[in-house]
């Protein structure tokens, strides 16, 4: 079922599922939309109510005109969550999304099961990542979002694996072309203010999964490894075939470890 709510005064774009005993929300991350998950929600939704959206400034969904905060996704998610009629949620976070999860974890943790996060750290922009978010930024406002499309997304993706992923590209690339350039800005000023979430994840007491691609060009191995060793305590799944996408690339071992994940903890 796909339908609109107003949340935090903006229109959201809503898919759920409905049926299922317990219930996974979806965040997808910067440049994509909610149908960037429509094939891994048909392995999952045999076992969970499967919820995702169009965050913030994305796909159809409304936006902010100055900054997509992480804490106003969050909030934005808890009034989603209020429409469905959910309580508590297993959330599954993709890089931004996994940003908006943790916001949403940190605010709302009575309302959090457990936490995914999937092509996602707890670190903060370094200056060198910010100073690429104003290039971005400037990029749009001169009209040529589609320099940044065709960039960005392909590096999402193993090298090994953009012939294949042709067609993930190609839907991926036509969802964030109908984004408002105002709400994609909005975005990349949430991902470069955000804060330093490490101190409140090891302080985390909830189920905490993390998802990394061994090929992953937005995320080092180096720097997924050192996170799985300061967070001993969380179920790690390193993809060895995946770059930034793992639930396109390795869909199956990823739905598998993700489902077992939210059923045994």
Request: aromatic share 8%.
């Amino acid at each position: 079922m796909e339908y609109f709510k107003n949340c935090r005064g903006i229109p959201i774009y809503i898919s759920d599922t409905k049926k299922g005993e317990k219930t996974l929300l979806l965040l997808h991350g910067y440049l994509e939309t909610s149908e960037v998950w429509a094939d891994f929600i048909k392995l999952l939704k045999p076992r969970f109510r499967v919820i995702a959206i169009d965050l913030p400034g994305n796909g159809l969904s409304g936006t902010k005109q100055d900054e997509n905060s992480m804490e106003f996704m969050a909030d934005v998610v808890a009034e989603v969550l209020d429409h469905s009629k959910v309580e508590k949620v297993n959330i599954t976070g993709h890089s931004m999304g996994g940003y908006a999860a943790l916001a949403f974890a940190e605010k709302y943790g009575e309302r959090t099961e457990k936490l995914c996060l999937f092509h996602s750290t707890p670190k903060p922009d370094t200056e060198e990542k910010k100073q690429n978010r104003d290039r971005e930024i400037a990029l749009i406002k001169e009209g040529k979002l589609d320099l940044i499309l065709k960039v960005n997304i392909a590096n999402m993706f193993a090298d090994e694996n953009l012939n294949r992923m042709e067609e993930a590209i190609a839907m991926i690339s036509e969802n964030a072309a109908i984004s408002e350039p105002e709400g994609i800005i909005a975005c990349l000023r949430g991902m470069k203010s955000r804060r330093d979430m490490n101190a409140f994840l090891s302080g985390f007491d909830r189920p905490l999964m993390f998802i990394f691609g061994r090929k992953d060009k937005y995320i080092p191995e180096t720097v997924a490894a050192e996170l799985i060793d300061k967070f001993p305590n969380a179920k790690a799944l390193m993809l060895e075939n995946s770059g930034h996408a793992g639930f396109l690339e390795e869909p199956e071992i990823s739905s598998q470890k993700l489902i077992e994940f939210i059923d045994n903890g």
